[in-house]
């Protein structure tokens, strides 16, 4: 077309992530570490840490090195800990996001249940775990039931909270297009509220490994969480920490994973991941209608 | 109904939109949005609804895009009583309401969509209706990607898509800035030429309300109605050069006489 007027094509420019690593900021990041654990190290080796509570850097590492290689013995723990983790966040969360969807459906279901929500949510998740192994015993599914009480929640509410404040004009777009109640939902309600049905899944998933822990310091039979108490009641606290640190790598990379299923799923609050999308399905139209003119 | 096919006919060649003693109240009748709305639209002609706020302008529109039912008199629709959202009116709200993870083009084929599965023929259709509003080459940006105005485009696009001849807009590019407005407004009055529609534009700027229109429908509040209706017999296409002529200013104090800023 030609006779229409030239448009701000500035609004498409996608900001770049501008992460060049900033090489000063790195060394300055990297000097204080090295010096804080120098400090650790020499602190207690000249008894200012006491070296119970405090061991030293270095057996920390060399407790690593033996949990994970010489020894070995971190591997079938971690293996039964993230088990449950995955098994009791998946649950809890898709629990949490199909009766978050439920409820937010009925108004009627809504009203009876809101109570019930606020007193539920008030209580500490936690405070329930010991019932639940009176309930159902010691083992695998105790520990999967208090994983998935910690995990519901976060979903449950951002789900419901997603799905009932739905934009009021964009409904009325949907109404004036004749759209039935079940297409509302599926075309507007739903993908509306999926950014933050997302962040309710990234607190569950961070509950979940808190919550692995508690039911191991419960049920000390296996996993990283009885490790951890196995090590300390043996006074063993460079393991302690090795074990410790791996928490910290695997909180750290259940962040980033769940980053990376955010651009995923819900891609249009990213500006790589709209350039993404959209680039693919600019390539299946080519694909199926050729050229646009 | 049968015996009356030729009067019909003729009719509907005519006012495609009438309204008879049209009033709507909420809240259990404490609240009158609008009272005793008389009028016909004529096939293919734009009115404007001009007023301030509150004189019932979106109201108006509810009811003839069957969003809400008067509590009085009827509107009919092509000779059909309005009672419920219909394929033949469309409606576009001054924000763009487009959803933000659909790209352009499939926010255009959203009305098709709730109707069917769209055929490659609908998807060639919103692709020429994205040209048509001049965003070719966005068809697969995002909302978020685009401007305002670029945004709003978009929604003039989706609006067309639903094939409707009889186009209601509330205040369509009432949040653009004034330069993206009257561009929006001159291709607007170029495209619904070219694509045939009988339109309802709602503003509450005078002077657009008159540029764009063939009949100003001039709203007054408290109750909110029609006060007056100002036929615009200004020629057509028009220049926004028209605006300082003085026959458009003549018609400016009219509209504000009614309204009694004058
Ligand atoms: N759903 C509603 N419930 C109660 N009052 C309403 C509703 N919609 C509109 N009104 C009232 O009706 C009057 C006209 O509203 P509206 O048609 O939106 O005016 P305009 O679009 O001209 O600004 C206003 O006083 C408004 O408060
Ligand atoms: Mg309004």
Redesign the pocket.
Known sequence: MSNTIDIDKNSTAIKSRGSALNINRVLKHATIFIVLVLAWEIGSRIGWLDPLFFPKPTDILASIFRIYVTQGNVWFHLYASLGLVFAGFIAGSVLGVVLGSLVGFSAVIRRFIKPYVIVLEATPRIAVAPLLIALLGFGAASKIAIIMLVCFFAPFINTLSGVINVNEEKLELFESLGASKFQIFTKLVLPDAIPVIMAGERLALTAALSGVLVAEFIQRDQGIGSLILTYTRNLNMASAFACIFTLTLIGFLIFRGMEWLDNRIAFWNHDDGMTRVGSRSKQRWLKQHGEPQ | MTNAVASDLVESAEQVVAAQGVAKS??GGS?I?LQDANFTVKQGSFVSLV?P????????LRLIAGLIEPTQGHIEVHQTQVKRARQDVAMMFQRATLLEWRTAIENVLLPTEIRRTPSSEDKNRAMELLNLVGLGDFAFSFPAQLSGGMQQRVALARLLQTGADILLLDEPFGALDEFTREKLNLELLRIVSEVKATTIF?THNISEAIFLADEVYV?TPRP?QIAKIVPVNLQRPRELSVQTSAEFNELVAQVRETLGAL
């Open positions: 909420f809240s609240v949005a007023g706020s509150g004189c019932g302008k979106s109201t108006l709602v709203m909110g």
